[in-house]
């Protein structure tokens, strides 16, 4: 006979197979692949891109003054910083030298102008032959030329201001020897209408520009924005940096400048282009002027490559690789890549 026990047992591993009997399989639970994206459209518009370059702040009307001729500097009557008027004498040379020449060459010409009489008188009598007489007045007219040189020279032997302005730097002392020609004294004007930035572009930029162009300033020692515009463009690249000098003359304004500035500045263009307008995060992967972006595509998420023109605030503005109307995702591309499933959500 089977023991309580037993029955027990044979009872419970009973119940224990019917009920897993009535149990159903479970189903593995199924995973989304779609990755969830926000998509914009992007937008189509005539642009003008800025040609960014820097330079530095000075006059249109400024000079480095120098004595026409050799000598020793008997004074130099300003000094850095001080202004000056135009017409005012700032430096004088020694004329001793000067002054003995235009005697010499006075009496040269009395000389020449006493022989060429006689020789006249001569001829008149049938002494002389007129080839004498002309080569008496060739004689005299070249020492009167010889006069006015030394007494032009003469008359340059002061340094004088050629506009009113500020003295920027003293290059020469009294008392040195200097050659004709040498800068003594470096003026920058200060009116409000003088002031240009001249400053480097490159052969791509030089290209965009006509002249005329208008032009937003900025200088680290101030924080408003200048206007200006493009009113100079070199025609030739300079030696040593290769690039192309511009000058952009300062709107009149009412801020004090002073020659030396340094200055950031933003030039556009008259002609503008067709670019397409993303938003700033959308880009991936971006090197130099050029980025990706994922578009939508039939459920698809494509990876294509843009280039870039600039960057403005929170928009990137392409040159090619993009036109208008494509959707392009600009959330949940960090999760894509080239071909994967997305869905769009608002």
Do not use: H
């Not at 050659?179 to 004294?185: F, K, N, R, S, T």
């Not at 709107?251 to 700033?280: C, N, R």
């Amino acid at each position: 006979m089977k023991t309580t026990t037993q029955i027990n047992l044979i009872l419970l591993l009973s119940a224990g197979i019917l009920l897993a009997g009535c149990k159903e399989e479970k189903k593995p639970e199924e995973t989304d692949p779609t990755i969830p994206v926000k998509i914009i459209s992007s937008t189509s518009l005539d642009q003008a891109q800025a040609v960014e370059t820097s330079g530095l702040l000075g006059s249109d009307n400024e000079a480095r003054l120098s004595f026409k001729v050799g000598g020793i500097i008997q004074s130099v009557l300003v000094k850095e910083g001080d202004r000056v008027r135009k017409g005012q004498v700032l430096a004088t040379l020694n004329t001793t030298e000067i002054a003995a020449q235009v005697s010499q060459a006075e009496e040269n010409f009395l000389k020449a102008q006493r022989d060429a009489q006689r020789i006249g008188n001569l001829y008149r009598d049938s002494v002389s032959t007129k080839e004498q007489l002309e080569n008496s007045q060739t004689t005299m007219l070249l020492a009167e030329k010889q006069l006015d040189i030394a007494r032009f020279n003469m008359s340059q032997t002061r340094i004088i201001s050629t506009t009113d302005g500020v003295v920027i730097q003293k290059i020469q002392n009294a008392g040195e020897q200097v050659q004709g020609g040498a800068p003594v004294l470096f003026v920058s004007s200060t009116s409000n209408k003088d002031w240009v930035v001249k400053c480097g572009l490159t052969d791509k930029d030089w290209a965009r520009l006509k002249g005329g162009e208008k032009a937003e300033i900025t200088f680290d020692a101030y924080p408003q924005t200048f206007t200006g515009k493009v009113t100079s463009l070199a025609q030739g690249s300079e030696a040593g940096s290769g690039l192309y000098q511009a000058e952009i003359q300062v709107d009149k304004q009412a801020s004090k400048l002073a020659s030396g500035l340094f200055a950031k500045v933003s030039i556009y263009p008259k002609e503008k282009t067709t670019m397409i307008s993303v938003p700033l995060d959308a880009l991936i992967e971006g090197e130099d002027d050029s980025a990706y972006v994922f578009v939508a595509g039939s459920g698809k998420a494509l990876r294509k490559q843009v280039k870039i023109a600039y960057l403005s605030g929170d928009k990137a503005f392409i040159l090619s690789g993009l036109e208008a109307g494509t959707q392009v995702i600009r959330e949940g591309s960090a999760y894509l890549t080239d071909g994967s499933a997305i869905k769009i959500v608002q």
